[in-house]
């Protein structure tokens, strides 16, 4: 064997391993092999006192792999990783070099940004060393959260019972919060809209007043757009015509964050499933019996496109659809942007969607056309709308109309799906001429408050802000759900769009975490953490300075928050305990709330929240023919009445009920007969 290759995923060994032959050997480690101790003070795994020295442990689900990787590395004339190419990947590979006792110095980490066959092979001719300037932020990451995740979820479950805490995502908790806090205060304000109808040559139009008396109008009440409308009389004069042709540009390529929120609105994907399916896609998939990865990297800040890529988008463009559809590509430069990867992209351009729509999924499919045809749309030429814009007065008012057609289609050739762009057609005015509106009217409306957060808000948030990154987004929303921190409801019933909204437990989280910890869970200074570690990844920050200055500024809000933070008592229910007569209360175990003696431990009694509805019975004038005692019609589980004995369990005695109906369960399905 002449190399051993190791990935994190097995659908991703396949893939490398198909293009790589039969000289490799291409083994997974399905994602991290080991993670801090729980051992040690605190439960950290980390030395405080030592320079915060890390201990790893193998997980007890990956010791069989470790050893297959053990024994196949000793095998091998050459150990490569392979794993992804990001600090996450970096840290993985660092872990498995040290666990295989692989030189730090050796030539034997590839790194690729797309597996397609050319990407792999030119990576292997190119290994580099582990970057342990990335390894060292991304323990750096873990450092802090594992310190002020055990830390404050300890004292949160000791103090109000809330089950955890986290750096990144605690701050997105205090977001939704805030947000549901500035909805409650909000006092909605009135104002008038006043508009005119129009019609010519059989075309009805709008206009809406947008100047009175040479000022933009402020039309608080019913009264005062009354008094306007008095004095809109016909005729109207169109008193200026503007006509121009303007440029609608194309979308950049997709970023992890923009992918998930434009799958949220325009597919209907959570961020959860946009991310398992893009790594589908990424990894693998089986088209006509071959594998192939069918984009690239889909955890990427960058919107950026090779040279090569670019020049091959542009062949297929113009065969596809003509020179004139080609357009230039400006790329976004982000000085947030990590690692010298490219935007997500479609490997290869020859997979048209609707080509091998077959070998997908239906989630696949639709992920795989909504980034294919974003990227080409990225590099076609700008759509082009005539837009007229018309100026109609009365006396002093003046309304504009506008309405506008589409002239070149350009990138919309391909897009416009996603996109809304339909014509508002005017009919053909004239400078001066008169018209008499149909109708002048007002209409009330009131100021809204802010909107709740839904996933591709509260994503775009994040990412403005800087908090956390974009591929931590997914576990960060579905941790605060888990948590019963905030539920994801419908916000009106006409709407398919779902909001965030805090519970009653995930606000007092909030506040309390915003009462001790304010100076630490709060935006701006978790948006400094994440610059931090973006120069550690650099080499431009001492990773252990870092992590010492993070803990000695923790610890003693900790040690205020443990001797002045009030400890939530349980709700009293109001009846006395059967057993030793203290106070029943209902507590929250890992199942739900139930009801508990307050003198636990030493009075163990508890009972569900619910009592169990007991089986339905109706007594009978009949005795049991077997014990005599009196016979009761009962419902069984499954919705079937039948006739039984009340001396049940010590008599057995049973019959169908003839006078019901009986219910059949097939399959899954039930069917009365």
Same mark, same amino acid.
Request: proline share 4%; glycine share 6%; with cysteine.
């Given at each position: 064997?002449?190399g051993?290759?190791?990935?994190?995923?097995?659908?991703?060994s396949?893939?490398?391993?198909?293009?790589?032959?039969?000289?490799?050997?291409v083994?997974a480690?399905v994602?991290?092999?080991?993670?801090?101790?729980?051992?040690?003070?605190?439960?950290l795994?980390?030395?405080?006192?030592?320079?915060?020295?890390?201990?790893?442990?193998?997980d007890?689900?990956?010791?069989k792999?470790?050893?297959?990787?053990?024994?196949?590395?000793?095998?091998?004339?050459?150990?490569?990783?392979a794993?992804?190419?990001?600090?996450?990947?970096?840290?993985?590979?660092?872990?498995?070099a040290?666990e295989?006792?692989?030189?730090?110095?050796?030539?034997?980490?590839?790194?690729?940004?797309?597996?397609?066959?050319?990407?792999v092979?030119?990576?292997?001719?190119? /290994?580099?060393?582990?970057d342990?300037?990335?390894?060292?932020? !991304?323990?750096?990451?873990?450092?802090?959260d594992?310190?002020?995740?055990?830390?404050?979820?300890?004292?949160?479950?000791?103090?109000?019972?809330?089950?955890s805490?986290?750096?990144?995502?605690?701050?997105?908790?205090?977001?939704?919060?805030?947000?549901?806090?500035?909805?409650?205060?909000?006092?909605?304000e009135?104002?008038?809209?006043?508009?005119? !109808?129009f019609?010519?040559d059989?075309?009805?139009?709008?206009?809406?007043?947008?100047?009175?008396?040479?000022?933009?109008?402020?039309?608080?009440?019913?009264?005062?757009?009354?008094?306007?409308?008095?004095?809109?009389?016909?005729? $109207?004069?169109v008193?200026?015509?503007?006509?121009k042709?303007?440029?609608?540009?194309?979308?950049?390529?997709?970023?992890?964050?923009?992918?998930?929120?434009?799958a949220?609105?325009?597919?209907?994907?959570?961020v959860?499933?946009?991310?398992?399916?893009?790594?589908?896609?990424?990894?693998g998939?089986?088209i006509?019996?071959?594998?192939n990865?069918?984009?690239?990297?889909?955890?990427?800040d960058?919107?950026?496109?090779?040279?090569?890529?670019?020049?091959?988008?542009?062949?297929?463009?113009?065969?596809?659809?003509?020179?004139?559809?080609?357009?230039?590509?400006h790329?976004?430069?982000?000085?947030?942007?990590?690692?010298a990867?490219?935007?997500?992209?479609?490997?290869?351009?020859?997979?048209?969607?609707?080509?091998i729509?077959?070998?997908?999924?239906?989630?696949?499919?639709?992920?795989?056309?909504?980034i294919?045809?974003?990227?080409?749309?990225?590099?076609?030429?700008?759509?082009?709308?005539n837009?007229?814009t018309?100026?109609?007065?009365?006396?002093?008012?003046?309304?504009?109309?506008?309405g506008?057609?589409q002239?070149?289609?350009?990138?919309?050739?391909?897009?416009?799906?996603?996109?809304?762009?339909?014509?508002?057609?005017?009919?053909?005015?004239?400078?001066?001429?008169?018209?008499?509106?149909?109708?002048?009217?007002?209409?009330?409306?009131?100021?809204?408050? /802010?909107v709740?957060?839904s996933?591709?808000r509260l994503?775009?948030?994040?990412?403005?802000n800087?908090?956390?990154?974009?591929?931590?987004?997914?576990?960060?929303?579905?941790?605060? !759900?888990?948590?019963h921190?905030v539920?994801?409801?419908?916000?009106?019933?006409?709407s398919?769009?779902?909001?965030?909204?805090?519970?009653?437990?995930?606000?007092?989280?909030?506040?309390?975490?915003?009462?001790? $910890?304010?100076?630490?869970?709060?935006?701006?200074?978790?948006?400094?953490?994440?610059?931090?570690?973006d120069?550690?990844?650099?080499?431009?920050?001492?990773?252990?300075s870092?992590?010492?200055?993070?803990?000695?500024?923790?610890?003693?809000?900790?040690?205020n928050?443990?001797k002045?933070?009030?400890?939530?008592?349980?709700?009293?229910?109001?009846?006395?305990?059967?057993?030793?007569?203290?106070?029943?209360?209902i507590?929250e175990?890992?199942?739900?709330?139930?009801?508990?003696?307050?003198?636990?431990?030493?009075?163990?009694?508890h009972?569900?929240?619910?009592?169990?509805?007991?089986?339905?019975?109706?007594?009978?004038?009949?005795?049991?023919?077997?014990?005599?005692?009196?016979?009761?019609?009962?419902?069984?589980r499954?919705?079937?009445w039948?006739?039984?004995?009340?001396?049940?369990?010590?008599?057995?005695?049973?019959?169908n009920?003839?006078?019901?109906?009986?219910?059949?369960?097939?399959?899954?399905?039930?069917?009365?007969?």
């Open positions: 064997m002449k051993l290759v190791i990935v994190e995923s097995p659908a991703k396949k893939t490398i391993g198909k293009y790589l032959g039969p000289e490799y050997k083994i480690s994602g991290h092999i080991c993670d801090l101790a729980t051992s040690g003070p605190g439960g795994g980390i030395d405080v006192d030592h320079d915060f020295a890390t201990t790893y442990v193998i007890k689900d990956k010791k792999i470790v050893k297959e990787l053990k024994d196949e590395s000793a095998k091998a004339d050459r150990t490569y990783l794993t992804d190419p990001d600090r996450e990947g970096e840290a993985i590979s660092w872990h498995l040290r295989l006792g692989l030189d730090l110095d050796d030539l034997n980490r590839v790194e690729f940004n797309e597996i397609t066959k050319n990407a092979t030119s990576a292997f001719e190119r /290994p580099r060393k582990i342990m300037d990335l390894v060292r932020s !991304q323990e750096s990451r873990r450092v802090l594992r310190i002020l995740g055990f830390k404050l979820s300890k004292l949160l479950n000791n103090k109000i019972k809330s089950k805490a986290g750096r990144v995502q605690s701050v997105a908790l205090k977001l939704i919060v805030d947000r549901e806090k500035e909805i409650k205060a909000f006092k909605p009135e104002f008038w809209t006043v508009s005119a !109808q019609e010519k059989g075309i009805a139009f709008d206009a809406e007043l947008s100047k009175t008396g040479g000022k933009k109008p402020k039309i608080r009440s019913k009264e005062e757009a009354d008094r306007i409308i008095a004095k809109c009389v016909n005729p $109207f004069t008193t200026d015509l503007d006509e042709v303007r440029s609608k540009k194309p979308h950049l390529v997709f970023t992890t964050s923009t992918l998930q929120q434009e949220s609105t325009k597919l209907g994907f959570a959860k499933r946009t991310m398992r399916t893009a790594q589908s896609l990424y990894e998939v089986s006509n019996g071959d594998l990865g069918l984009i690239t990297y889909m955890r990427t960058s919107t950026r496109l090779s040279p090569e890529f670019m020049a091959a988008a542009k062949e297929a463009i113009t065969a596809r659809y003509g020179k004139n559809y080609c357009g230039y590509y790329q976004k430069n982000d000085s947030n942007a990590q690692d990867h490219e935007g997500i992209r479609p490997t290869h351009l020859e997979f048209v969607p609707e080509e729509k077959d070998s997908l999924t239906s989630d696949q499919y639709k992920l795989y056309r909504f294919y045809y974003r990227t080409l749309a990225a590099l076609m030429a700008d759509a082009k709308n837009v007229i018309a100026s109609l007065t009365s006396g002093d008012c003046e309304f504009l109309s506008s506008h057609t002239v070149f289609d350009g990138y919309l050739k391909v897009y416009a799906e996603y996109e809304s762009n339909k014509d508002v057609v005017l009919p053909d005015l004239v400078q001066n001429e008169k018209l008499d509106a149909m109708k002048v009217s007002g209409e009330q409306h009131f100021t809204e408050p /802010p709740r957060y996933e591709a994503v775009k948030e994040m990412e403005k800087g908090i956390g990154r974009p591929s931590t987004y997914a576990d960060i929303i579905d941790k605060i !759900q888990s948590r921190y539920e994801l409801t419908k916000q009106n019933e006409s398919k769009t779902k909001v965030f909204v805090p519970t009653e437990q995930g606000v007092l989280t909030s506040e309390k975490l915003d009462e001790y $910890f304010g100076d630490m869970i709060n935006v701006q200074y978790t948006a400094e953490m994440e610059d931090s570690l120069r550690i990844a650099e080499g431009n920050l001492d990773n252990i870092f992590e010492r200055d993070f803990y000695n500024k923790l610890m003693p809000l900790l040690d928050a443990y002045n933070m009030e400890k939530k008592e349980p709700e009293k229910l109001g009846e006395v305990c059967p057993e030793c007569g203290r106070e029943l209360v507590r175990g890992r199942f739900g709330k139930f009801i508990s003696c307050s003198g636990y431990p030493e009075c163990k009694y009972r569900p929240l619910e009592e169990k509805k007991k089986a339905e019975t109706v007594e009978l004038d009949e005795v049991c023919p077997e014990c005599g005692s009196k016979l009761l019609k009962r419902k069984s499954y919705g079937n039948f006739i039984g004995c009340s001396n049940f369990p010590k008599c057995r005695y049973i019959r009920d003839e006078s019901e109906p009986k219910k059949y369960y097939r399959r899954g399905k039930n069917k009365t007969k």
